[in-house]
């Protein structure tokens, strides 16, 4: 349910909260994803929760560990859980009250999402505001395909493309700050290109997507005197970790991830468009 765990993208010590903690509940079925089947008679309490994290940060604290953050992940997606709004704001108060100190820094709140909850429009506001709030939500958006043969082959979910867009671009345009993150890796499926990985098409697809997102959150129009922030930044990261379904999905090269961040950085910079993209391998 609360677990401490080293996050190569974080950087460090992030305190990760799985609010599926009996089986995996996902509107996505990615054939790289890491979570193995599994059924618990654990069920998701929020007292326990709170008490679990309020533990495990004073257990970091006491061992003088930075906590980079408090992440959101877990067996699923964390906005299909009925507990999703209360767990974040109760995580929100432990944060502010155990790892954030007076000189404004300490841990992120870290929300890892498919963008599948951004259809109710309940969480969608939700994560609007508490993505615009002072130490906010730090949102990490999955977009791992532009056309429809490389999303179904990554996504493989009856979730149509199109509408999902649609809400990603809602969100966008709202200027709620959020980062792009990009699984890049090999599949053994038709849609692939040349030794597995995503073919041209998509690669430039996915770039004028990303580039398309990043523009429409610079010139989003929200609140006056409240500026929004837009797409943060761009993670394109490999796959580093075993999964039920190997080798169906394999790391790429390291080249390939580099590839894909160089075209992107070349189009944001032709589009006059600062967002730092960064790759992990």
């Not at 877990?74 to 155990?98: C, K, V, Y």
Request: charged fraction near 25%; charge should be positive.
């Amino acid at each position: 349910m609360v677990y401490p765990v080293y996050s190569r993208r974080s950087g460090g010590l992030s305190i990760g909260i799985n609010l599926f903690p009996d089986r995996k509940v996902c509107s996505f079925n990615c054939p790289y994803c890491e979570v193995f089947p599994l059924e618990t008679g654990i069920v998701f309490d929020l007292e326990t929760m709170k008490t679990a994290l309020r533990r495990e940060i004073l257990a970091a604290l006491k061992r003088r560990l930075s906590i980079r953050d408090i992440c959101f992940s877990g067996n699923g997606e964390p906005t299909l859980s009925p507990h999703f709004m209360d767990a974040l704001r109760a995580a929100r108060i432990a944060r502010d009250e155990l790892a954030w100190d007076k000189s404004g820094g300490g841990a992120r709140l870290v929300l890892i999402t498919n963008g599948t909850g951004l259809r109710n429009p309940e969480v969608f506001a939700f994560l609007r505001a508490e993505a615009l709030a002072d130490r906010g939500l730090h949102i990490w958006l999955k977009i791992d395909a532009a056309t429809g043969s490389w999303y179904k082959a990554m996504g493989r979910t009856d979730f149509p493309q199109g509408e999902l867009l649609s809400r990603i671009r809602a969100f966008a345009a709202s200027g709620a700050p959020f980062t792009i993150q990009t699984m890049l890796c090999k599949l053994a499926d038709p849609a692939a290109g040349p030794e597995g990985l995503p073919p041209p098409e998509e690669s430039a697809a996915w770039v004028r997507l990303v580039t398309e997102l990043a523009d429409t959150a610079r010139r989003a129009d929200i609140t006056p005197g409240k500026m929004g922030r837009g797409v943060q930044g761009v993670q394109i990261y490999g796959k580093a970790r075993p999964a039920p379904e190997d080798p169906l999905a394999e790391a790429a090269p390291a080249a390939a991830l580099d590839e894909r961040a160089r075209l992107l950085r070349a189009s944001l910079e032709g589009a006059g468009i600062a967002v730092p993209v960064e790759v992990y391998p």
